[in-house]
């Protein structure tokens, strides 16, 4: 049993993953930079913030809360993502791959939550 | 359960949308490309926004309300291609039809809410959702008139294996008394509407899902089933009945759904016998007198 969020195999990924879209958003063109660069670095970011509130949390409920948002954000990093991939901005296959290390990040959200609903983090 | 955002219906064609307008917002000229062209990208990509975060809730009335936000999206890039085609920094004519695409994916977007919406009204069976009727009310404006409520209706409840053994008789052909049973919700036309004939031929319209209304097939020897569904088709017959008051569907529009001119009459019928001025001076309602 862990409490704390960098213990988390789950937030460690989800970190690691912001972290890379931080870099590679710098790449954009100056009028996506502002616009699609940041939505898609602020839904990223969110998912290992509500992940390290989930293990703050003391209630049950109150955590899985946290992590159906971190769940949604993951999702529409995920979005904004596939977009990227069809825009001719950044290379395609390195954003498919952010893309696909998104969807593995909700797997893992997923996994995550169900250990969460058994109890196992409180 | 893990929902892959690909394989979200409204996704690809979303997707391919947004892709498209993209590109053509960077046709806007001047310092315009910075600021309308900035405006637009920000909804297109809100409705993708949106989309995804709806696929990756677990909750239906969650997933209702971020349709519903696309819907808003969709609602502004509808207008901003107006815009675009008003001040010729697109084509006028270019303009439109990117507008008329955004209308359709709004529509499907609606559309799509409102099965959701439905599906969880019929499950919730004899337990009245206002939130999730709310939904159903304000979605149903944003549809074409073809897709008339009936058939939104039978979309619905052809969505999923629909709670009880209502839908088990659905394979049987019901369709047309399915339609009927959806539509007034009255326990003797449930009663009255055996299976008239073969399922719908054209199952690209949404009344292909006539079939599993699932009321029309309810058990005729088991009240506890008619009691159950009797709650939610008044519910619906309340809800659609304004719909229909404000936005009146003529015989032409329903043309592709099966008897949906007669039934929309029946719907309306009903509603206005539940209506307490169609009471008389002893309190009967107009099909009490017929009755008697």
Redesign the interface.
């Given at each position: 049993m862990t409490a704390r969020h960098f213990d988390l195999a789950v937030w460690d990924r989800a970190h690691r993953l912001t972290s890379a879209l931080h870099l590679l958003s710098r790449r954009l063109p100056p009028?996506?930079f502002?616009?699609?660069g940041t939505?898609l670095c602020a839904?990223a970011a969110a998912v290992p913030t509500h992940l390290a509130e989930s293990v703050r949390e003391a209630e049950l409920a109150a955590q899985l809360r946290q992590i159906?948002e971190a769940?949604?954000?993951?999702?529409?990093?995920?979005?904004?993502l596939?977009?990227l991939a069809?825009?001719p901005y950044l290379n395609r296959t390195t954003v498919s791959m952010l893309a696909a290390q998104m969807?593995r990040i909700?797997?893992m959200i997923?996994d995550y939550k169900a250990s969460v609903a058994r109890g196992e983090y409180l | 359960?893990?929902h892959?955002?690909?394989e979200l219906p409204e996704w690809r064609p979303a997707?391919e949308l947004?892709?498209g307008s993209?590109a053509q917002t960077h046709r806007i000229p001047g310092r315009e490309?910075?600021r309308a062209?900035?405006m637009l990208?920000?909804h297109l990509?809100g409705v993708?926004?949106r989309?995804?975060?709806g696929?990756?809730?677990?909750h239906e009335v969650d997933r209702c309300s971020e349709l519903e936000r696309a819907e808003a999206h969709c609602a502004r890039i509808d207008y901003l291609w107006t815009l675009l085609g008003t001040l010729e920094w697109i084509p006028t004519a270019e303009a439109e039809q990117w507008r008329a695409r955004w209308i359709g994916l709004r529509r499907r977007l609606a559309e799509a809410r409102a099965r959701l919406a439905l599906g969880m009204t019929w499950r919730l069976g004899d337990r009245p959702a206002p939130v999730v009727l709310a939904h159903v009310t304000r979605s149903l404006p944003a549809m074409a008139p073809t897709n008339a409520p009936l058939a939104i209706i039978a979309a619905a409840a052809d969505d999923d294996d629909h709670a009880n053994g209502a839908a088990n008789g659905a394979a049987d052909g019901a369709a047309d008394g399915a339609a009927n049973g959806a539509a007034n919700g009255a326990d003797d036309d449930l009663r009255e509407t055996p299976s008239l004939g073969p399922p719908p031929r054209d199952t690209s319209d949404v009344s292909a899902g006539v079939a599993s209304a699932g009321v029309a097939s309810a058990d005729e020897d088991d009240p506890t089933d008619l009691e159950r569904v009797r709650p939610v088709v008044d519910a619906w017959v309340d809800e659609l009945g304004s719909w229909l008051d404000a936005a009146p569907v003529d015989a032409a529009s329903l043309a592709g759904v099966p008897h949906a001119e007669r039934s929309t009459a029946r719907l309306r019928r009903r509603r206005a016998d539940r209506r307490p001025h169609a009471q008389d001076l002893e309190g009967h309602t107009p099909r009490d007198t017929e009755h008697r």
């Amino acid at each position: 049993m862990t409490a704390r969020h960098f213990d988390l195999a789950v937030w460690d990924r989800a970190h690691r993953l912001t972290s890379a879209l931080h870099l590679l958003s710098r790449r954009l063109p100056p009028q996506e930079f502002v616009g699609l660069g940041t939505e898609l670095c602020a839904a990223a970011a969110a998912v290992p913030t509500h992940l390290a509130e989930s293990v703050r949390e003391a209630e049950l409920a109150a955590q899985l809360r946290q992590i159906d948002e971190a769940e949604r954000r993951a999702y529409e990093t995920q979005g904004l993502l596939l977009l990227l991939a069809e825009l001719p901005y950044l290379n395609r296959t390195t954003v498919s791959m952010l893309a696909a290390q998104m969807q593995r990040i909700q797997a893992m959200i997923a996994d995550y939550k169900a250990s969460v609903a058994r109890g196992e983090y409180l | 359960m893990l929902h892959l955002l690909t394989e979200l219906p409204e996704w690809r064609p979303a997707l391919e949308l947004v892709i498209g307008s993209y590109a053509q917002t960077h046709r806007i000229p001047g310092r315009e490309q910075l600021r309308a062209g900035a405006m637009l990208r920000a909804h297109l990509r809100g409705v993708l926004r949106r989309l995804a975060r709806g696929c990756g809730t677990v909750h239906e009335v969650d997933r209702c309300s971020e349709l519903e936000r696309a819907e808003a999206h969709c609602a502004r890039i509808d207008y901003l291609w107006t815009l675009l085609g008003t001040l010729e920094w697109i084509p006028t004519a270019e303009a439109e039809q990117w507008r008329a695409r955004w209308i359709g994916l709004r529509r499907r977007l609606a559309e799509a809410r409102a099965r959701l919406a439905l599906g969880m009204t019929w499950r919730l069976g004899d337990r009245p959702a206002p939130v999730v009727l709310a939904h159903v009310t304000r979605s149903l404006p944003a549809m074409a008139p073809t897709n008339a409520p009936l058939a939104i209706i039978a979309a619905a409840a052809d969505d999923d294996d629909h709670a009880n053994g209502a839908a088990n008789g659905a394979a049987d052909g019901a369709a047309d008394g399915a339609a009927n049973g959806a539509a007034n919700g009255a326990d003797d036309d449930l009663r009255e509407t055996p299976s008239l004939g073969p399922p719908p031929r054209d199952t690209s319209d949404v009344s292909a899902g006539v079939a599993s209304a699932g009321v029309a097939s309810a058990d005729e020897d088991d009240p506890t089933d008619l009691e159950r569904v009797r709650p939610v088709v008044d519910a619906w017959v309340d809800e659609l009945g304004s719909w229909l008051d404000a936005a009146p569907v003529d015989a032409a529009s329903l043309a592709g759904v099966p008897h949906a001119e007669r039934s929309t009459a029946r719907l309306r019928r009903r509603r206005a016998d539940r209506r307490p001025h169609a009471q008389d001076l002893e309190g009967h309602t107009p099909r009490d007198t017929e009755h008697r």
